[in-house]
Nanobody
């Protein structure tokens, strides 16, 4: 059974850093398109970054230059390094995966992904 479990969230001050992890189990995810999304109460889930099975990454404009997505296929783990955090980055962060996505760079909508974790909260104070 596929399972994605996020960790690494927490509370930081603006300008700080956090590293999120997403441990995948029950399946070998090395061929999957994987991504990070975030959501605040009352709003839809927003794509943050995604990475294909070859390591090519795509980012939302709001996080370019500050966030880095990476994956360790040997550990079946997805990461999101978040630097220079801003209060507007405050959200619940979710990882997602799907082996059926052909063009990972274009998969910016949550509906493209079938497999999701439960989320980890990130809170940035000013």
């Amino acid at each position: 059974q596929r399972q994605l479990v996020e960790s690494g969230g927490g509370s930081v001050q603006a300008g700080g850093s956090l590293r999120l992890s997403c441990a995948a189990s029950g399946y070998i995810y090395s061929s999957d398109c994987m991504g990070w999304f975030r959501q605040v109460p009352g709003k839809g889930r927003e794509g943050v970054a995604r990475i294909d099975n070859g390591g090519s990454a795509s980012y939302a404009d709001s996080v370019k230059g500050r966030f880095t997505i990476s994956r360790d296929n040997a550990k079946n783990t997805l990461y999101l390094q978040m630097n220079n955090l801003k209060p507007e980055d405050t959200a619940m962060y979710y990882c997602a995966a799907d082996p059926a996505i052909k063009y990972c760079s274009a998969a910016y909508l949550p509906s493209a992904f079938r497999y999701w974790g439960q989320g980890t909260q990130v809170t940035v104070s000013s």
